[in-house]
Each structure stands twice: as structure tokens, then as C-alpha cells.
């Protein structure tokens, strides 16, 4: 069972918005430090943003100012929203948790992003 699993993901075209979604189905540890990174064709996965259990935010300077990235522990999901896109925002969108017990650190599935130009 995956522990992560993401949706939202799609086709946009530049300059519009998307939200993504990260829920921790099945997961009843502790989650602390959230996040969310992406993987273009051909390139490293890099961080997108994060977020502690405190709410506590940090931003890749290439979606500074274009993102916002927050959490509802209750639910154990995290959100990601993406505005003006840009072909460059292309990519699969990883969810990442830190989980407070073994298995310490999860991955989802990716969701692809996918923005025209």
C-alpha cells in the first residue's frame, strides 16, 4: 500500500492554477515535516516547498511568491497550490512525509503536471 498518494495534477495551460492534493491514506504515525518536490524530464528531483507540523513554510525560489503549500493534520493531508504556471512548473509532483516511526520517510506515487505553452 502506497503510503502517500497525490492527485490534483493535469494539463494547465501558462498562466493558469492548479492544486494539488496529498492525503496519507492508512498512515497512523505522526507526521512532521511535509513536503512536496518535482521531477522534470531529464533533471534531478528537486524541493518544491515544505512545511512543518507547525506550519512553518519554505519555498523554492523558482515558485516563491507563486505558491502556497499547507497541511491539516487532522486529515493527515497536505495542499499545494501553483499559480501563474509556467512551462518550467512541468513535471511529477512527489508528495514527502517524515514519519515519526518506521517507515521514517514516505513517498507517493507522483502526479504529473503538465503546463502549455
Known amino acids: 500500500q502506497v503510503p502517500l498518494v497525490e492527485s490534483g495534477g493535469g494539463l494547465v495551460q501558462h498562466g493558469g492554477s492548479l492544486r494539488l492534493s496529498c492525503a496519507a491514506s492508512g498512515v497512523t504515525s505522526r507526521l512532521n515535516t511535509m513536503a512536496w518536490y518535482r521531477q522534470a524530464p531529464g533533471r534531478q528531483r528537486e524541493l518544491v516547498a515544505s512545511?512543518?507540523?507547525?506550519?512553518?513554510?519554505q519555498y523554492a525560489d523558482a515558485v516563491k511568491g507563486r505558491c502556497t503549500i499547507s497541511r491539516d493534520n487532522v486529515k493527515n493531508t497536505m495542499y499545494l497550490e501553483i499559480r501563474s504556471l509556467k512551462p518550467e512548473d512541468t513535471g511529477v509532483y512527489y508528495c514527502?512525509?517524515?514519519?515519526?516511526?518506521?517507515?521514517?520517510?514516505?513517498w507517493g506515487q507522483g502526479t504529473q503536471v503538465t503546463v502549455s505553452s
Open positions: 514527502n512525509a517524515a514519519s515519526s516511526s518506521s517507515p521514517y520517510n514516505l
Open positions: 512545511i512543518t507540523r507547525g506550519g512553518n513554510t
